[in-house]
């Protein structure tokens, strides 16, 4: 599933790519795929509105419309949204299947909307756990998935909300901690991994065994792993890509993850891979020591 990098560069893309574009058209080929909230309609609410912006709220993508309300994706783990013009040309952005370059629709296409310039956007899903929706764009914050959802780490000064949100898990270790969105939003395995290394903080550290400063200092790496990321274009090079149709080169770059085996770029102790909190996660025994409570 992408990560917050992942999804802020197609919102990126997107952003480019369909903003002051009018629709003139939707096609729904799976129902599982597309749904109205809060009675909104597709023929009043979406067809004939133009695009004013996109948005992102943790890994959730917003379209808003002229008419007040928004269409919504989550991508999932094999979504892509792609954008063709009357000219053939295309951009992608999501899983990076045949269907990037192939001729659209296809198969994995579950959505049509269509612009009044010739313009088209497809949503495409392979395992159909994605979706689009329409609703008011003041339903999008009741959305389950962002009701609860911590601060978002690159925007603003998290650190009030984070602290406050993080210390309420004092006996969790701090990578379930980072990867509980309601901790912080946006935060995946990748990243957890990358910022505690550059932190020098053993994944299954308990929280409450951290002070302040080492809260602060794991907050400043997350930001800067996603950062640097975001430079390079995202991280999942097996399975995203972003708006231009180009993999994500920031996994070349990771200083741990899926580096087990190789010598820790830091210290040159054999980075590890154990688990903790249900996944898989990549640490140098040396830089990373976990200490005794």
């Known amino acids: ?28 080929r799976c129902d599982k795929s597309f749904g109205t909230v809060a009675g909104s309609l597709a023929d009043r609410d979406l ?16 379209l808003d419309l002229e008419s007040g309300h928004c269409l919504v994706a989550h991508l999932k783990m094999t979504g892509q949204l792609i954008v063709r013009d009357d000219a053939g040309e295309r951009w992608g952005a999501g899983h990076p299947n045949d269907s990037l370059v192939g001729e659209l629709p296809d198969r994995s296409t579950r959505v049509i909307v269509r612009f009044d310039d010739g313009a088209t956007l497809f949503f495409n899903d392979q395992r159909k756990f994605g979706w689009l929706h329409l609703m008011p764009a003041e339903a999008v914050g009741e959305i389950a998935l962002v009701a609860g959802m911590g601060p978002e780490p690159l925007e603003g000064d998290p650190w009030p909300q984070f602290r406050a949100r993080v210390r309420r898990h004092q006996a969790t270790s701090i990578k379930a ?107 140098c025994p040396r830089c990373q020591r976990l200490r005794a409570a």
């Open 1 to 28: 599933m992408p990560e917050l990098p992942e999804v802020e560069t197609v919102r990126r893309g997107l952003e480019r790519l369909v903003v002051g574009r009018r629709v003139s058209g939707l096609e729904v």
């Open 47 to 62: 067809l004939g509105g133009g695009i004013t912006g996109v948005r992102r709220r943790g890994k959730v993508l917003v």
């Open 177 to 283: 901690a980072l990867l509980n969105q309601a901790v912080l939003a946006g935060v995946g395995n990748i990243y957890a991994d990358e910022a505690l290394w550059g932190a020098r903080v053993h994944p299954a550290t308990p929280v409450g065994s951290l002070t302040d400063r080492a809260l602060r200092e794991i907050l400043r790496e997350i930001r800067r792993v996603m950062e640097l990321s975001l430079e390079l274009g995202g991280s999942t090079d097996r399975n995203y890509v972003d708006a231009e149709g180009k993999r994500g080169s920031y996994l070349a770059f990771a200083q741990v993850f899926r580096r087990e085996g190789q010598p820790c770029p830091r210290c040159g102790t054999t980075i590890v891979k154990t688990r903790v909190a249900g996944r898989g996660t990549h640490v």
